[in-house]
């Protein structure tokens, strides 16, 4: 697919104040620093539309991106940023589990795993509340710039193993990216418009 518009739209605090329209809407979600932001620019080849930083804790608010005039991408906070907790309403900041447990539009949920980490178990505590929720979600390994090509088959097996561990019955599509080389673009976005077309 080819990106021929990518706009800002809003940003709010409030998942009830989200764009009305009801077109295919995707979220990008995962700790702090993970990239989700640069993933964005890089798919929309925008470097400047979502702010990025070395720092974690950057995007604090849901911000609505309209891509091709037809769909959102969306770019959420990170979590993960102070300590886990056992409850994840208290983990994960309420306005964002408010946007995922109300946002109808929300086609899937884009989980963004540092592929350099060990599974985390916020991220698997994340999954778990995707899953009881019923959220569909995919996972998208970030940064594997950062590491040779034989570990990142070896960090994709770790974090599926650490998902059989915890019973998942099934686990999701996955894909490795880089924003620093582009990779995974193309996959993504053909993905992207698989699911538009449903
Ligand atoms: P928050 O908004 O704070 O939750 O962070 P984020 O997940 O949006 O991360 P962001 O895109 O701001 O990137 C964080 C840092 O990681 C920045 O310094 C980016 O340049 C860097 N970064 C992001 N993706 C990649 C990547 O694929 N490769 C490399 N080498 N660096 C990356
Ligand atoms: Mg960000």
């Not at 995922?100 to 592929?115: G, K, M, P, W």
């Not at 009881?132 to 970030?142: A, D, G, K, W």
């Not at 999701?172 to 990216?177: A, I």
């Amino acid at each position: 697919m080819k990106i021929t518009s990518a706009k800002f739209v809003i940003s709010n605090s409030e998942a009830a104040k989200c764009p009305p329209e009801r077109i295919p809407e995707y979220a990008f979600i995962g700790r702090s620093n993970v990239g989700k932001s640069s993933l964005i620019n890089m798919l929309t080849g925008n470097k400047s539309l979502a702010k990025t930083s070395a720092k974690p804790g950057k995007t604090q608010l849901i911000n609505h991106f309209k891509i091709n005039e037809n769909w959102f991408l969306v770019d959420l906070p990170g979590y993960g940023y102070a300590k886990v907790s056992k409850k994840v309403k208290a983990t994960f900041q309420k306005f964002i589990t408010d946007y995922f447990e109300t946002r109808e539009q929300l086609v899937c949920a884009f989980v963004l795993i540092d592929i350099r980490l060990e599974p985390q178990k916020i991220d698997l505590e994340f999954f778990t509340y995707l899953g009881e929720s019923q959220i569909p979600f995919i996972m998208i390994f970030t940064k594997a710039d950062k590491i040779g090509v034989t570990k990142v088959d070896q960090a994709v097996k770790n974090y599926q193993k650490a998902m059989l561990a915890e019973n998942w019955a099934e686990l999701p599509p996955y894909f490795v990216t880089s924003s620093e080389t582009g990779r995974g673009r193309e996959e993504i976005l053909a993905y992207i418009d698989e699911l538009n077309q449903d």
